[in-house]
């Protein structure tokens, strides 16, 4: 069983939807979540970070933790065009000192 | 402006060769971090280290080897032993592990 396991998807919606990204992991001990977008040939940048069960919300982005189900969500209000992109969910190992990031999920927004 | 560096964007690498990948930062992070990412596949952690003179092997250390002599900089050898070399190298630092990682431009590593 793979750390981190995301849809890879491709997943489209069309401009102005919600896109959700989903994303499950398998080390229970784990205490720090992160979502990163990856555009083509680009280096990962941060979306959010969420360490407490439930929601956060940054802008038109939102970041869920269930912790007993292990599975941390990014949802994207009013998608736009520029969202299209990788997004890549990571999480800390059980020592903290290194993250396991999933392989992505591949996002395209259509006008 | 703070950041992180990585030079050189492409490198292109002849069989039996070493080459070796630049990661600057000048953010004064503690932590830094090499991942290697392949088409389709997450990002793989070669190499870590948490302070100056100190580094710890990742999933796939393999063929690599690194240096932290200076905080700012961890640069990454890719020697003749790693077989199949070509990818995206991707270098990350943060405040401490365990928290958030920034990471910098990466290098596109080819074979002639």
């Known amino acids: 069983q793979k750390e981190v396991e995301q849809n890879s998807g491709p997943l489209s919606v069309p401009e102005g939807a919600i896109a959700s990204l989903n994303c499950t992991y398998s080390?229970?001990?784990?205490?720090?979540f992160f979502w990163y977008r990856q555009y083509s040939g680009k280096s990962p940048e941060l979306i959010m970070s969420?360490?407490?069960?439930g929601d956060k919300e940054d802008g038109r982005f939102t970041a869920q933790l269930n912790k007993a189900s292990q599975y941390v969500s990014l949802l994207i209000r009013d998608s736009q065009p520029s969202d299209s992109a990788t997004y890549l969910c990571?999480?800390?190992?059980?020592?903290?000192?290194?993250?396991?990031f999933g392989t992505g999920t591949s996002l395209t927004v259509i006008p | 402006d703070g950041g992180i560096t990585q030079s050189p964007k492409y490198l292109f690498r002849k069989e039996g060769q070493n080459v070796t990948l630049s990661c600057e930062q000048n953010l004064n992070h503690d932590a830094m971090y090499w991942y290697r990412q392949d088409p389709g596949q997450g990002l793989r952690l070669i190499y870590y280290s948490q302070i100056v003179n100190d580094f710890q092997k990742g999933d796939i250390a393999e063929g690599y080897s690194v240096s932290r002599e200076k905080k700012e900089s961890f640069p990454l050898t890719v020697t003749s032993a790693q077989k199949n070399p070509t990818a995206f190298y991707l270098c990350?630092?943060?405040?401490?592990?365990?928290?958030?990682?920034?990471f910098g431009p990466g290098t596109r590593l080819l074979v002639l």
């Open positions: 990350a630092s943060s405040p401490r592990t365990r928290e958030t990682q920034y």
């Open positions: 080390d229970r001990v784990s205490q720090s």
């Open positions: 969420i360490y407490s069960n």
């Open positions: 990571a999480v800390n190992s059980h020592t903290g000192n290194q993250f396991y």
